[in-house]
């Protein structure tokens, strides 16, 4: 039973000196009646320090990740290719091999990237004038231009950019860093998502979700307007504070006899604390995204005074509340429903996504800074996959999975570089190229976990995260 | 036989043991292992857990890990060279001193044990386990009360609460066989299957959409759901389940559920717009591959697809050798449900439509003819130059391969890019609205279309080659059994009969599953019905009977109920009666000396005592929706709302979409296989039974149908609502807070309707621990 490897929890194992709780977690869910509590359980348990349960040091404590989710084209905002304006209108030269592509467009000639591009900084990276903010961040950002990923469709994409395969069914990134650190917060959820518009992302919750391990350790996904964040968080109008209390008082009388005629069933009383952890949330969870609490100019500075920039500024500047009240990982979706994916009129969506999002993120980079979290916050950027240097449809891009942009920020990571290169043209990754595998893996080292000892026992397989392959890109931390 | 069942057996060792995997030791195949690393080894060997574990471990298991150590740095393609089949075929003949792996072992009709002192067994099966209790000094649990065990009977065979009338018939009836007879009459009781089906349902990972990114709902995926639940209603004998599920469309000329349940062969994930569509198909055959494995086989089979299997001995060929007998599969979506009796006059119907609408369906083919073919050109053109070859091919001069690209491809005219017509030109349009007119004036002759099936037939052509890949030189890999399961005296390859329309490849490979000597089908099989009763298998690890799995705790046991299921010609229901009816089954969940058990044995794996189980996601709806009297009794047909009251197996899973109250309860997405689900805890779980909308309106409900029919006062209405929810009446302490919990409402609220205090105690029935969990 759970509780029985629980009270073991923090205790070294005579016969190894380090069972630690990843190792008996798989117990946890193996057994017949095992049950995993959510975040309450494990960090009564188990204290909440994370550190306590990592591998190593960690560098960064908490995550945020800005998933441009489409695939916005890395060609038009970080990765500049002068030899693609040059050859524009011309069929891709024989030299490069021509990929299998999503719309499947044979021979489209190349298609310019008319962008004006600025070096900024101390560190002279390149950004395109889609996303100045960004640029004046970029002595604080690792731009990786050289990602690669397996999926050409975006259900295999984002399936596969958060669980590390395309193929469905296994557990997110958010999930496997639940399951290692266990619980980050006394109150609210360790793993929130949340969306810039009501839309839903392509595959829904499983983006988040926990795949073979136990629900405990999905996502929690807050809706971006305050009432209520999350689903049925408060009785429906009409029962009064007062009269919920009465039900609950009943309720506990009734479970605490339930439980007590039941010593040996420990989990009851698991359930009688689920109660008063789900009070705690009715408590906690509408001030933690209660926006009305930030200032003026906050508020200007996530762009929440543009229109465009309303709906992913208000979720950055959540973001941040929620990582200031102990939430670890916090995934946010710019374009929900692949609004990035430009098939089409490339110049009018991106230009006008770059605004929805190129403010927020940039205010998200420097509240943080100025608050002293991003040192310990690691903030990752990127899509799916990138676009195609080849034109579909005269005037917009396909998608390109063998070589796009991405970039990560604080929790330890050093800015002012570039990792990594496509080829001339942008569209495969050359130079220290990090699949998808070894950016998990790096996220997970920065978190103080090594993605070959982060093992979870699924049908008597030892699963891990990355899927036993990947590195950690000590570029990352200047390594 | 006896000592080396005994060595092999995962007996408890108190609190240092690890549940989950006694040979935690260096596992590091992953089931989707796209390129499985030999360094992992390393860290997972070395050190700690190695030591830890070597106690679990048969000898022989403990040797193989040793020797892998050794070559930890040996190349992937090296390990391959070494491990050729050969080397398998001599494991079995160098290791005979510790014979084969215990799984891979003839099961054997063990002799029932006699026991000493043994006042409690009841039957066969207690005897084997009250011998594996005495040997660590552990004492049975007394039998539970008859209420509770009449409460745990209902949940386990029908999947919802007895009526405070059924326990009290039971708790009167004084007969000797009260509860053969009780046993009996749930065994029939069509919500059996409605139950049982769910279990199966997750293995197989069932849905009712197509998963990805349009997630399209599958209309007629759920007469597969309705099969199984009739599968197991009328006792299917096991191995013609198992034709059924892996072969049933070349037996649906004699058997009209044949092409239904081959939509076993249809249940995986489907992309609408995949362009890849070669990677898309070898995902498909792989998945299937993998499913068929785990289900029927209970063997980690995937692990070999990238490489030979690191500690069973199972072969990358292995791999391959299953997945061609799906290798001329073609999906079907134009075979008619079965129309019993009533198929002839549908045809004839359609014939008098077709003869008498001829004319104007022509006029209306050769307006839409360009605009078709546009769309054609369009969709073919969207895929790489040799699937389009594929496609452009003529049906006689394609392979099952080339086939079945060109089935992808058709596919996406229909799904993907829009109605063909959508470019009508202006006086097109015209011509078409005027035809379509015309054409309605048939409708009175035109018959309903017929439900279509989600199956799938073998290409008649040429059958494509299966290879491994990366293999060198490649070479075309028969459809053949694991070397490891070959027997050494008759030759038990299966033996291929093509029939009229099949290669006959997933037949003979159903009948070699369904083999009496087939030492992992009817195991494993067994061992599932037993987890669904007891929560844990006797091997934990439902899925995986190799050496990555867990041993299981009562080998004899699991061999002596396997053999007597076989005997008793493979009949589920059987089974069912021989473990309900024993003592271990009807044990109490609290024991009177249960610290010192949990000391010993703090999984209770030994089966000393019953362990509660929460409902399963779809028993709370259940049994909420029937202690309300809302649930609708309707049976089968297609997937509903989950806002219509019916029993939740009736509910459309949608792979990207499920139901908040299920998931948030477990429920299996659809996604994997799933032999044992998850049972969590969490604030989500309280928060839905608090609030939701839906449950305030079933306590509701609840309350109106008390004052009508519950009584006339309120101790008396309270007093009925618990028998309802909990099967049974408050105690005087019980009754006592609940009358509290009333006059605080009367005091504190007194201008509330009596009614509402009602609801609300209804509702707070609905979040206690009595009513979500099974003594």
Redesign the interface.
Known sequence: ?TI?ALS?CGEP??????LSRR??M??C??????????W?LQREACGKESSALAHHAASARNVIWLFMEGGPSHLDLLDPKPLLNQLAGTPLPATFREP???????GSPLLAAPRRWKQHGDSGLWASEWIPEIGACLDDIAVIRSCWTNG?????GVCQMNTC?N????PSLGAWVHYGLGASSDDLPSFVVMCDTAG?P?????NW?S??????HQG?QFSSSPDPP???????AG??P???H??????K???R???A?????S??E???R??E??FR??AHAPAAVDLSQETESTRVLYGLDQKEAEGFGRICLLGRRLVERGVRFVQLYSGTGSKWDSHTAIEANHSQLCRSMDRPVAGLLQDLKQRGLLEQTLVIWGGEFGRTPMSEKGNGRDHNPTGFSMWMAGGGVRGGQVIGATDDLGLYAVEDRMHVRDIHASILALLGLDH??L?Y????????PT???GEFNRRLIGG | MHSDDQRASGVPHGRKRRGASPDGAGRLCSALADGCRRRDLRTTLIGVMIGAMIAWLPTAAVADATESSATDDAPVSAQRAVSSEDQVSAQGAVSAENGPWWAFRPFVKPLVPETQHDDWSQTPVDRFVFRRLTEYGLRPAPRATRPALVRRLYFGLVGMPPTPEEIDSFVSDNAADAWERLVDRLLDDPRYGEHWARFWLDLVRYADSDGWNKDAYRPHIWRYRDYIIRAFNEDRPYPKFVQDQLAGDETAADDPDGFVAAGFLRLGIYEYNQRDARGQWDAILNEMTDVTADVFLGIGLACARCHDHKFDPLLQADYYRLRAFFEPIVWRDDIPAPDRGQSEAAEQNLAAWQAASRGTRDRLEALVQPYHARKWQATVGKFPLDIQACFHKPVEQRTSWDQQMAYLVSRQFVEEGGDPLKDLSEADKVRYAALQQELAAFDHLKPEPPGGLMTVTDFPGAVSPTLIPDASPPHPVAPGIPVVLRSDVNSNEPAIQPAVKSTGRRAALARWIARTDNPLTARVYVNRIWQQHFGTGLVATANDFGKQGQLPTHPELLNWLTAAFVENGWSTKHLHRVILTSAVWQQAASHPDAPRHQSLDPDCRLLWSARIQRLKAEQIRDSLLAVTGQLLPESGGPGVEASVPRRAIYVRTLRNTPDPFLQAFDAATGLQSVCERSVTTTPTQSLLLLNEPSLIRLADRMATSLEQTGGADRTERLRNAMRLTWGRGPTAEELAVSLEFFAACDSEAPQAADHDRLADFCHVLFNSGEFLYVD
């Open positions: 039973m029985c073991n194992d005579a016969s190894t000196g380090a190792e008996f798989p117990h869910a193996g057994g017949a009646a095992a049950i995993a509590l959510n309450l299998l592509t999503a719309m499947g467009e044979k050409i469709n975006h259900a295999g395969i193929v469905a069914g296994r839903r392509v595959n829904g919750s499983r979700g795949g073979f391990m136990p629900a405990s929690v999350i689903p049925a968080l408060h009785p429906p029962i009064s007062e009269r919920q009465r039900k609950l008082a009943l309720l009388e009734f479970n006899s339930h439980a005629a039941r010593v040996q069933q989990e009851l698991a359930r009688v689920s109660y952890l789900a949330m009715q070959r000892e093992t026992d699924h049908s008597g397989r030892p699963e891990r899927i036993n392959e």
